[in-house]
């Protein structure tokens, strides 16, 4: 099955116990269309980024929550289609997770089509020397005396 992400903004004018049971509900969404839920997050409640009206309610402000799950790609429509009848929910949105994404500069070089300069890469070079030839000596490069603006 493959993963999907939902983001809910739930609305601010809810208690604790209202904001936990519509919660509770949106997990059941997910678990009566057969899916697993793998994480829940809280992000705190927020300023919107301007003024949502649903089912009658006007919010400036929102509790926003994210849902990691896995679930079959037909049920995600029927969950979709249940969160937006639920009262407490401003807004809902279902993305597709990727699978186990990894930085590009983690594995190897950087490289992403540009020249590689060969000035920078000498200061590099000379600055990590001296720092392992002489530790206790304050290294200052010609790079950090331009901006310093000593000669």
């Known amino acids: 099955m493959p993963s999907y992400e939902v983001a809910l903004i739930l609305r ?8 936990s049971a519509a919660l509770k509900r949106t997990c059941q969404v997910v678990f009566d269309n057969g899916g697993t ?3 829940l997050e809280n992000l705190g409640l927020r300023q919107l980024p301007y003024a ?7 919010s400036k402000h929102g509790n ?5 799950f ?3 790609p037909s049920a995600v429509k029927s969950v979709g289609k249940t969160l937006n ?6 807004r809902q949105t279902i993305i597709l997770k990727e699978k186990d994404f990894k930085r590009p500069c983690l594995d190897g070089s ?4 540009e020249l590689p300069n060969p000035d920078h890469e000498k200061f590099v070079h000379k600055e990590s020397l001296q720092r392992k030839l002489f530790p206790k000596k304050k290294v200052t490069s010609i790079l950090s005396k331009q901006l310093l603006g000593s000669k």
């Open 12 to 19: 601010s004018a809810l208690e604790r116990v209202q904001l």
């Open 37 to 39: 839920i793998r994480s």
């Open 52 to 58: 949502m009206k649903s089912h009658g309610h006007r």
């Open 64 to 68: 926003y929550f994210i849902i990691n």
């Open 70 to 72: 896995d679930s079959s």
């Open 85 to 90: 009848i639920d009262e407490d929910i401003i």
């Open 110 to 113: 950087c490289v992403f089509g």
